[in-house]
């Protein structure tokens, strides 16, 4: 397949694939709500980061090997489970700590501060340690990548082409939550916020525990 001929096609799954719900959207989400657009940006940021790695390892081979290998696919699916298990656990205390404001008409967002970087390696690792992205870059990428052409560099491109489309939709939807931050922050919603996403989380990580290849 042409690979200019592929692109529409590519493109379209792209998006189909980035609306779905997932780990990335649950995160996006609770951050802009809670922390407003400019507290989303870095875990967005961040989950493209790790999408990219996940890119370059498929063109170069090594999404294949974790695929393939037990005991490589099993220490990621325990990682991510752990990982997802554990901010939904803080979700859960956080919305428990939040009854304290009640008496707050509207909660201000959280500062930032230093938390970028956490956000942004929060976004990386959640990625990274994502069993299924390698099985999907090893099933998906290949359908667009010609048969004669430089795998790598194709493969790069295509990732490229991915993390931008996903990070203008992941911001754009973040930015239409932060709109809405001051009724999310509201004591009672935010702690509805907080316990909805930790069943989310907490459900995906269950999810990816148990799941196989």
Request: charged content about 15%; aromatic content about 12%.
């Given at each position: 397949m042409h690979l200019a001929t592929s692109l529409p096609a590519f493109l379209l799954a792209v998006l189909l694939i980035s609306a779905s719900p997932g780990p990335a959207m649950a995160l996006i989400f609770r951050r802009a709500a809670l922390r407003g657009l400019g507290g989303a940006v870095p875990t967005v940021l961040g989950?493209?980061?790790?999408?990219?790695?996940?890119?370059?390892?498929?063109?170069?081979?090594?999404?294949?090997?974790?695929?393939?290998?037990?005991?490589?696919?099993?220490?990621?699916?325990?990682?991510?489970?752990?990982?997802?298990l554990y901010m939904g656990f803080r979700a859960f205390r956080a919305a428990w700590l939040a009854r304290k404001d009640a008496e707050v008409t509207v909660a201000p967002p959280r500062p930032e501060g230093g938390r970028w970087w956490g956000a942004f390696g929060e976004g990386v690792v959640v990625q990274l340690a994502n069993p299924k992205a390698a099985v999907f870059m090893i099933a998906f990428y290949p359908q667009f990548v010609p048969s004669d052409g430089p795998v790598f560099v194709t493969t790069a491109l295509l990732g490229l082409l991915q993390i931008t489309v996903e990070t203008?939709?992941?911001?754009?939807?973040?930015?239409?939550?932060?709109?809405?931050?001051?009724?999310?922050?509201?004591?009672?919603?935010?702690?509805?916020l907080e316990a909805v996403s930790g069943t989310v989380l907490v459900g995906l990580g269950l999810r990816v525990a148990v799941s196989s290849h």
């Open positions: 989950l493209e980061v790790g999408l990219y790695c996940w890119a370059l390892f498929a063109g170069a081979g090594l999404a294949a090997l974790v695929a393939a290998s037990e005991v490589a696919y099993l220490v990621l699916r325990v990682v991510g489970a752990v990982v997802l203008v939709l992941y911001l754009g939807l973040a930015a239409g939550v932060a709109r809405a931050g001051a009724w999310f922050r509201r004591p009672r919603i935010r702690r509805r």
